[in-house]
């Protein structure tokens, strides 16, 4: 029976679990970083695999058939990583990456750094900060006061000077975006373009109150991959190669 590595830590990695286990023999991966993570039906392993070389050797020893890659569309390292080996061990390998959202009227940026560099220009001084723990950084010396949301705790070491630390975790509902966004008196709001439903409610309540979104855009994906961007579709791709 064909034995299935599924990259996770998403919905979307969720949802595929659910597809396909246990009629096909799938193992999970979460990276570990959050206490407490929903985790998907069947076998789930925790933790990094230790670079290339450790995923290349979890790979041949677990006697892993096929990849598919379902992390989060910024989890470059892991995606870049997992290409890298899949082509030399000449493994299936699919990238499940959900749908982008359209920027619309947003200001699309590169990175967080040049989201940080876009608040400073457009003289932006009480931002919501959505783009997650490993976002901070580039703020560190903003003059700017963030709202920070993050699912843990971003370190003390990159926080800027005035900022106050919301932790949660999606799905997120209009309402209560609407009502951070009018409590804080949010003149901007940046966001990763993560895509998908999750998360998107701040969008639309950021565009009801006219209020300018910085578009952090996706790393790009390694070349020559096959992408899908429907959960149904990785699972036919993983039946096609059962
Ligand atoms: P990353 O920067 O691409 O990966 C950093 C390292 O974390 C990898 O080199 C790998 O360690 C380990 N890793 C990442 N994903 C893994 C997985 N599914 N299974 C085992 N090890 C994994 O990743 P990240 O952006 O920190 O994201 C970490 C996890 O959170 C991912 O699973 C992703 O799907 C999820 N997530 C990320 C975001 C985001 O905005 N980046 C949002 C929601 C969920 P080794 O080199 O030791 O193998």
Same mark, same amino acid.
């Given at each position: 029976?064909?034995?299935?590595?599924?990259?996770?830590?998403?919905?979307?990695?969720?949802?595929?679990?659910?597809?396909?286990?246990?009629?096909?023999?799938?193992? =999970?991966? &979460?990276?570990?970083?959050?206490?407490?993570?929903? @985790?998907?039906? #069947? /076998?789930?392993?925790?933790?990094?695999?230790?670079?290339? *070389?450790?995923?290349?050797?979890?790979? $041949?020893?677990?006697?892993?058939?096929?990849?598919? *890659?379902? $992390?989060?569309?910024?989890?470059?390292?892991?995606?870049?990583?997992?290409?890298?080996?899949?082509?030399? &061990?000449?493994?299936?390998?699919?990238? @499940?990456?959900?749908?982008?959202?359209?920027? #619309?009227?947003?200001?699309?940026?590169? =990175?967080? $750094?040049?989201?940080?560099?876009?608040?400073?220009?457009?003289? %932006?001084?009480?931002?919501?900060?959505?783009? #997650?723990? =490993?976002?901070?950084?580039?703020?560190?010396?903003? *003059?700017?006061?963030?709202?920070?949301? +993050?699912?843990?705790?971003?370190?003390?070491?990159?926080?800027?000077?005035?900022?106050?630390?919301?932790?949660?975790?999606?799905? %997120?509902? %209009? *309402?209560?975006? @609407?009502?951070?966004?009018?409590?804080?008196?949010?003149?901007?709001?940046? $966001?990763?373009? =993560?895509? #998908?439903?999750?998360?998107?409610?701040?969008?639309?309540?950021?565009?009801?109150?006219?209020? /300018?979104?910085?578009?952090?855009?996706?790393?790009?994906? /390694?070349?020559?991959?096959?992408?899908?961007? +429907?959960?149904?579709?990785?699972?036919?791709?993983?039946?096609?190669?059962?």
């Amino acid at each position: 029976m064909t034995r299935v590595l599924v990259l996770g830590g998403t919905a979307e990695a969720r949802a595929l679990a659910e597809a396909l286990h246990p009629r096909i023999d799938i193992i =999970s991966s &979460l990276a570990g970083r959050v206490p407490g993570p929903a @985790l998907p039906v #069947g /076998p789930v392993r925790i933790g990094g695999f230790g670079g290339v *070389d450790g995923l290349r050797q979890w790979l $041949t020893a677990e006697n892993i058939d096929a990849v598919v *890659d379902a $992390t989060h569309p910024f989890a470059a390292t892991m995606t870049a990583h997992a290409a890298k080996v899949c082509a030399e &061990l000449r493994l299936p390998h699919l990238v @499940l990456a959900r749908p982008p959202w359209d920027p #619309g009227e947003a200001t699309v940026v590169a =990175s967080d $750094t040049e989201a940080a560099e876009t608040v400073k220009q457009q003289g %932006y001084s009480r931002v919501f900060l959505t783009t #997650g723990r =490993s976002g901070v950084k580039a703020f560190a010396d903003s *003059d700017a006061w963030l709202l920070i949301r +993050a699912v843990t705790a971003p370190d003390a070491a990159v926080l800027p000077r005035r900022h106050q630390i919301l932790l949660s975790r999606g799905p %997120y509902r %209009y *309402d209560d975006e @609407l009502a951070i966004l009018r409590e804080h008196r949010i003149d901007a709001l940046v $966001t990763k373009n =993560s895509g #998908g439903d999750m998360t998107r409610a701040k969008l639309n309540a950021a565009g009801a109150l006219h209020i /300018p979104i910085l578009m952090v855009a996706r790393p790009p994906l /390694p070349s020559g991959i096959t992408t899908v961007g +429907a959960v149904q579709e990785a699972a036919d791709w993983v039946v096609a190669h059962g």
